[in-house]
């Protein structure tokens, strides 16, 4: 039986090109260590300098603008403690919805930074005017306040407002970081429209290899101290570069931009039939966040809850080849949803089960048809 995949949230299957180039890269003899002086090194260094300049003009950033890491998770916890360790951070506001490689970092800091969490309603819209209220009522000199918003997020697909955040931000000299983990490679990004200091990627997001990401740090606004240790040129990472990831980060991320239309509108298609098939079929369905409202959520998310209490329902489809998430990806195996117990009122948390499907560019109106048909099958049981 074909496994019906509805995890795109957590990963991506790898387009067959980049496997190509991944593998032509691997066979070639003249790739070595990209920080060696001599000609092996120069000639893989060009690899790397090629796919920064790549992101750069697609993203329509400086060219030394984009460092590569791991992962989104390395990427947000330099961003948040290369900001504290080289500003005079002495506020940090962000919210509880934000992925737990924000909110763990900031844990770190707890003690000596004081930390602001902004409100948001059942659906998990933040609460803009009180974080205007905060940054006027703290600013007391440039750049005191970190804010830390992301993009989209990752459970309950929520665009958030960050042009909006980031005007803000610019208008009370603060700093801006955006986790744009669920963003960047699904929307059309330009920077020139955004104004942010720091931003995440992550390629596995997006068709692209696992164990590779970039992080955009605007102009002006580097990291002088390095959080690790030495620093190597314009990085602030100093250990040898995952070639390999960083050229298929790039391709990954190009490809999108080509793509992307026809790519979203086909994604966009599958979401809308899901909602109509899941409306017709399984009776009292809700959706959580604003994942249901296809103008304020992301395109590829959608977070349902049903009036059922089953903590195995999961388990269940995956039993019978069937693939979704509870919770955020990273951490389903372990926790429940952080998010949804803090959006939703607690009898409503409890006396219901919510799984989020997110959808890609390899699903086929097929998968959502015996998805909805399985559920409703389980829930009947
Ligand atoms: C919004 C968001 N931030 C951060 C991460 C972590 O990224 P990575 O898996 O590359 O560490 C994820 C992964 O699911 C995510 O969705």
């Known amino acids: 039986m074909r496994r019906i995949y509805l995890d795109n949230a957590s990963n991506t299957k790898m ?27 120069r000639y893989s260094k060009y690899y790397i300098e090629k796919s920064r ?6 993203i329509k950033c400086k060219f030394s603008e984009i460092i590569f890491t791991s992962s989104g998770t390395e990427g947000n916890y330099i961003i948040i403690s290369g900001a504290i360790k080289n500003y005079k ?32 309603d059942e659906f998990g819209n933040l609460n803009l005017n009180q974080l205007e209220l905060i ?7 440039k750049y005191n306040i970190l804010v830390s918003i992301m993009a989209i997020n990752n459970e309950i697909g929520n665009i958030n407002n960050i042009e909006l955040i980031g005007l803000l931000c610019k208008k009370y000299y603060s700093l801006f970081h955006s986790d744009f983990i669920q963003y960047i490679g699904h929307y059309n990004v330009n920077m020139k429209k955004i104004y942010c200091h720091y931003f995440t990627a992550s390629a596995h997001k997006f068709y692209g290899p696992l ?8 102009k002006g606004f580097e990291f002088k101290k390095s959080i690790n240790i030495g620093i190597l040129r314009n990085k602030i990472i100093s250990d040898t570069d995952n070639l ?5 980060v790039y391709y990954a991320l190009k490809i999108f ?22 409306n017709n079929k399984v009776k009292n369905i809700k959706y959580n966040g604003l994942s249901g409202d296809i103008n304020r ?65 390899y699903n086929k109106r097929k998968d959502i048809y015996i998805f909805v048909n399985k559920l409703k099958k389980l829930l009947l049981w």
């Open 297 to 361: 959520s992301s395109y590829n998310i959608l977070n349902i809850r049903l009036p059922v209490k089953d903590d195995l329902l999961h388990v269940k489809l995956d039993l019978i080849n069937i693939i979704v998430s509870i919770g955020s990806s990273c951490y389903s195996n372990k926790n429940k949803s952080y998010v949804l117990k803090y959006i939703l009122r607690r009898n409503i948390y409890k006396n219901t089960t919510s799984l989020r499907i997110s959808l890609g560019i």
């Open 135 to 141: 940054l006027k009522n703290k600013t007391n000199y």
């Open 211 to 218: 164990g590779i990401g970039f992080i955009y740090i605007k």
């Open 244 to 248: 390999y990831g960083i050229v298929c």
């Open 257 to 278: 931009y080509k793509k992307y239309k026809k790519e979203k509108n086909k994604i966009l298609k599958l979401k809308k039939y899901a909602i109509k098939l899941l």
């Open 15 to 41: 387009r067959k090109i980049i496997i190509k180039i991944y593998k032509n890269l691997l066979y070639d003899k003249n790739i070595s260590n990209p920080s060696s002086f001599h000609f092996l090194g």
């Open 89 to 120: 951070i002495k506020y940090i506001i962000t919210s509880r919805l934000e992925h737990l490689s924000v909110l763990n970092t900031l844990e770190l800091f707890k003690e000596k930074i004081k930390i602001f969490y902004i409100d948001n």
């Open 53 to 58: 300049e790549g992101i750069s003009n697609l």
